[in-house]
């Protein structure tokens, strides 16, 4: 889904960061931050092989739009901003979710890109399971639909 400074979306294909530089690149725009996040090989003392994601795409689409909607009334109606998380089957080094902004300036552009990334972690509808080399696998706590103990 993109809207003139606003692209959000789901995929269960490898993303892509130069289209969201691509796409945040305006003439005005003298700061792009860039943030991508990738499946890590150790997690809570497990080696980790690889991680499911599981996500309810419309609404995580949604989601990411009011998010982003959010973010571009609190730093400027000029940033420019790009979310996308991939779901399915991924393994460690694969890049799990995109975010990047950009802004006339270096610090609206920096805390676009790090409201976007943290308010997609604790309202997104995103579930993760990690698979660990000792063939066991577990669903990671951590995201605002998961239950605490």
């Known amino acids: 889904m993109t809207r003139m ?14 289209a969201a530089l691509e ?11 860039l943030f991508i996040g990738r499946v890590r090989d150790f997690n ?6 690889g991680v499911s994601y599981d996500l309810h795409e419309a609404l995580c689409r949604n989601v990411f739009r009011e998010l982003a909607e959010e973010t571009v009334a609190q730093w400027g109606s000029d940033t420019r901003l790009w979310l996308t998380h991939r779901h399915g089957r991924l393994d460690v080094g694969e890049a799990s979710v995109i975010a990047a902004a950009s802004s006339p300036h270096r610090d609206e ?22 698979h660990y080399t000792d063939g066991d696998s577990e669903w990671v706590q951590g995201h605002a639909l998961c239950s605490h103990g």
């Open 44 to 49: 809570q003392g497990k080696p980790v092989l």
């Open 109 to 130: 552009a920096f805390r676009a890109c790090r409201q976007l990334v943290e308010q997609m972690k604790h309202r997104a509808p995103i579930w993760k399971q990690e």
């Open 23 to 33: 796409f945040c690149a305006a003439p005005g725009h003298g700061a792009v931050d």
């Open 5 to 18: 400074n606003i692209h959000v979306g789901t995929t269960d294909q490898p993303l892509d960061a130069a």
